[in-house]
């Protein structure tokens, strides 16, 4: 039996489970992909790296001001863009981020939740393998004295709805059904080194485009690039990822996106040498909690974290992941957690 499980390798996800770790408790995450992160996410292909989530930070509060100066020590971090704001990148990719949040943790990945029930005093965790030949030997139940979800408000909501016969868990599903979100597509592109004009930008965001919201020139991130490709990311605007939501195949999609970008940037935007597109069903919270988490307030110990919490983007969901670590230290035995000294913690490991 583990004390608490943690459904989700996100950032909120991740803080939450150091806080706890390094109070003592016995702590498993149960993620649903391969690898950490959520939506700061990259993938490896020809050859190369393309951060297709979350493409950089850029800090604000001292949180996050304190978290990327250590990154920034550990090579892991550097300047992108400094033009009106600091943007920084991971030279590594995105993930790198979670893999040094991940430190110490134990992670069960490629384990999806399917259904969770309350007996004696503890949770019972129903988990599907999404690749069974990688996790033959794990077992299908995982049993703890409590629960986090560090998911999107309306996976979570799948899990937790079959419960709704317990008045307390009805009523945070009331608040989860609140929460809504925006779509992403995001489109991963080669080029050849030898293509012209370059460009003389790293980022462009755009406004009120129907289309666009981002175009990023990724491999200006990378210190040692492989290969002969240049890579650029572009973002849709969620009215444009709405109307393909639901399409098994995304590749119009894809090359639609490069077109209205070769439009606007650099002609040759519209033929790649490859694409991969990706479907971000829950982007950008669009109608958020003001509270950092939600809670069932009970001897059911049981609490729902995330960017979707009292903000937005990774800051919010680092503050969301150390509000519901309070919040489940406190419904369980009320130890001592380390609050923002964690990252300090993890620096040593």
């Avoid at 080669?190 to 004009?197: I, K, N, R, V, W």
């Avoid at 200006?220 to 444009?240: C, I, W």
Wanted: glycine share 6%; net charge negative; charged share 20%.
């Amino acid at each position: 039996m583990y004390d608490i499980a943690i459904i989700g390798a996100g950032m909120a996800g991740l803080v939450c489970a150091q806080q706890l770790h390094q109070a003592g408790y016995n702590v498993l995450i149960l993620e649903k992909s391969r690898g950490l992160g959520g939506r700061i996410a990259t993938r490896r292909l020809h050859d190369t790296l393309a951060d297709h989530g979350t493409c950089y930070l850029k800090p604000k509060g001292e949180l996050m001001q304190q978290f990327v100066q250590l990154l920034c020590d550990r090579h892991i971090l550097q300047v992108w863009t400094e033009n009106s704001e600091f943007r920084y990148v991971a030279p590594a990719g995105m993930n790198a981020i979670a893999k040094f949040l991940g430190q110490g943790l134990e992670v069960w990945r490629s384990q999806r939740v399917e259904a969770i029930a309350y007996h004696n005093s503890h949770w019972q965790l129903s988990l599907e393998s999404a690749r069974p030949e990688a996790t033959a030997n794990r077992p299908s139940e995982v049993i703890a004295k409590a629960v986090v979800f560090a998911i999107p408000a309306p996976q979570a909501l799948a899990i937790l709805e079959p419960l709704t016969e317990l008045s307390t868990v009805s009523t945070l599903c009331d608040r989860l059904r609140s929460v809504e979100f925006n779509p992403c597509l995001s489109v991963m592109a080669g080029y050849s080194s030898q293509l012209e004009p370059q460009p003389d930008w790293q980022a462009v965001s755009f406004v009120d485009n129907p289309v666009l919201a981002w175009v990023g020139w990724d491999s200006s991130k990378r210190v040692e690039k492989t290969g002969n490709s240049e890579v650029f990311v572009v973002q849709s605007s969620a009215d444009f990822a709405r109307r393909y939501l639901e399409t098994s195949d995304l590749q119009a999609a894809g090359y639609e996106l490069l077109a209205k970008a070769s439009e606007c940037l650099l002609p040759w935007l519209a033929k790649p040498e490859w694409i991969q597109v990706h479907r971000w069903r829950y982007a950008f919270p669009s109608r958020p909690l003001v509270q950092s988490y939600l809670s069932t307030e009970t001897n059911l110990p049981l609490v729902c974290c995330g960017d979707w919490c009292g903000g937005n983007f990774v800051e919010g969901a680092m503050h969301s992941g150390i509000a519901a670590a309070t919040e489940i230290n406190r419904q369980i035995e009320g130890r001592a957690l380390p609050g923002s000294n964690f990252l300090q913690a993890i620096a040593l490991e």
